[in-house]
């Protein structure tokens, strides 16, 4: 878990955001933390990625997975290297678990990045690929940066950190997609390394002390956490604990990492899983990783109207009104709506923001 404090160091970085202070006093100076991004530095603990990333690319919002925030708009999307669980399914494992330095192909200061986001048109800046917590300085930053622009920032995470931390971080953000990876403990202990309250946590206290516009992704992993039950439960403390309005995102698992024998998810499975949300009376669940257009329609929760048809990430119909709600029953709609949608569409951008580096 991140460490309970956050302390500027030389150079603007901040130190430990990405172990225990435990760990980090046991980090000698020629050894990073079990993050591989933490060095000690003589007394201070140091961010040894701040202004390098894995790579720059333009997304659209859906693909956060995002479809309450500024639908159809345009994002840049970075992440720099290492990660404070240890999934065995994670599907970025090549940059999340990454120890060589050399995958950080470019640089860029904070004032770069939200230059480039409003050069290239893009409404937000989003923190992915890797735990965003594990580069907070950078990220901190570089939110800043952005908000002097206009630029909305976007936090793609597990929501395992500390309560100090997590304030100074979600305080300069904009919206989050939190990873509710899924509601036992014994699976985040097993496969993650990590535990469950401190993720529940953070979106009790994302939804109830804070602004963030938040959505939730499970990704859903053959005989590990699709039980009906298991989906059960989660969806009744999310109704319980934040309210039938937060998006909720069922994904499909694809084998990667050190779960190559577990067969991908079935679309059924992923479906049965909305019908368990609707049920339980959640308004707006979604599907993922798969080719589904009711899964991916945001509809009315007052009259069932189809209000944003999306295929893929890209929306083929958009009914919501300029103030936000259904133009049928005037039902206000949950989100960070513009007046309109954007029409980015599905594409994906490879971005260079310093070609030299």
């Known amino acids: 878990m991140t460490c309970p404090h956050i302390t500027r160091g030389a150079g603007g970085t901040a130190c430990p955001m990405a172990a225990s202070s435990a760990t980090s006093a046991r980090v000698t100076?020629?050894?990073?933390?079990?993050?591989?991004?933490?060095?000690?530095?003589?007394?201070?603990v140091v961010l040894t990625t701040y202004g390098r990333s894995s790579g720059f690319c333009i997304d659209p919002i859906e693909k956060k997975p995002l479809n309450h925030f500024l639908p159809g708009s345009a994002v840049l999307s970075f992440g720099t290297a290492g990660c404070n669980l240890a999934c065995k399914f994670c599907q970025n494992w090549d940059i999340s678990k990454s120890q060589d330095m050399d995958r950080l192909m470019d640089q860029a200061s904070p004032?770069?990045?939200?230059?480039?986001?409003?050069?290239?048109?893009?409404?937000?800046?989003?923190?992915t690929y890797n735990d965003p917590v594990i580069f907070a300085e950078y990220a901190i930053d570089t939110a800043i940066a952005c908000r002097e622009r206009g630029i909305r920032t976007v936090a793609v995470t597990s929501g395992y950190i500390h309560a100090e931390p997590r304030r100074e971080f979600f305080a300069?953000?904009?919206?989050?997609?939190?990873?509710?990876?899924?509601?036992?403990?014994?699976f985040y202990f097993k496969l993650t390394g990590a535990h469950l309250q401190p993720v529940l946590d953070t979106l009790i206290y994302l939804h109830h002390e804070t602004d963030v516009w938040t959505e939730i992704t499970t990704l859903l992993i053959p005989d590990y956490n699709d039980s009906n039950w298991e989906i059960e439960a989660l969806c009744a403390w999310v109704l319980k604990e934040l309210g039938a309005d937060v998006p909720l995102h069922f994904t499909a698992f694809h084998p990667d990492f050190k779960m190559l024998e577990t067969p991908p998810t079935p679309p059924?499975?992923?479906?049965?899983?909305?019908?368990?949300?609707?049920?339980?009376?959640?308004?707006y669940v979604y599907t993922g990783n798969v080719h589904d257009p009711e899964g991916g329609t945001t509809?009315?929760?007052?009259?069932?109207?189809?209000?944003?048809?999306?295929?893929?990430?890209?929306?083929?119909?958009?009914?919501?009104?300029?103030?936000g709600r259904c133009p049928q029953c005037h039902t206000a709609i949950a989100g960070r709506f513009d007046q309109h949608a954007g029409a980015f569409g599905q594409r994906r951008i490879p971005l260079r923001l310093n070609p030299q580096s």
């Not at 300069?172 to 014994?186: C, E, Q, R």
């Open 172 to 186: 300069v953000m904009d919206a989050a997609n939190v990873d509710l990876k899924a509601f036992t403990d014994d």
């Open 111 to 127: 004032q770069q990045i939200a230059l480039a986001a409003e050069n290239s048109g893009c409404a937000s800046v989003a923190f």
């Open 299 to 323: 509809f009315c929760p007052g009259c069932g109207e189809p209000l944003i048809e999306r295929d893929w990430h890209r929306i083929l119909h958009y009914r919501v009104t300029a103030e």
């Open 29 to 44: 100076a020629s050894c990073a933390g079990a993050c591989f991004v933490r060095m000690r530095e003589g007394e201070q």
């Open 268 to 283: 059924a499975t992923l479906r049965r899983a909305r019908q368990i949300a609707l049920a339980q009376g959640l308004h």
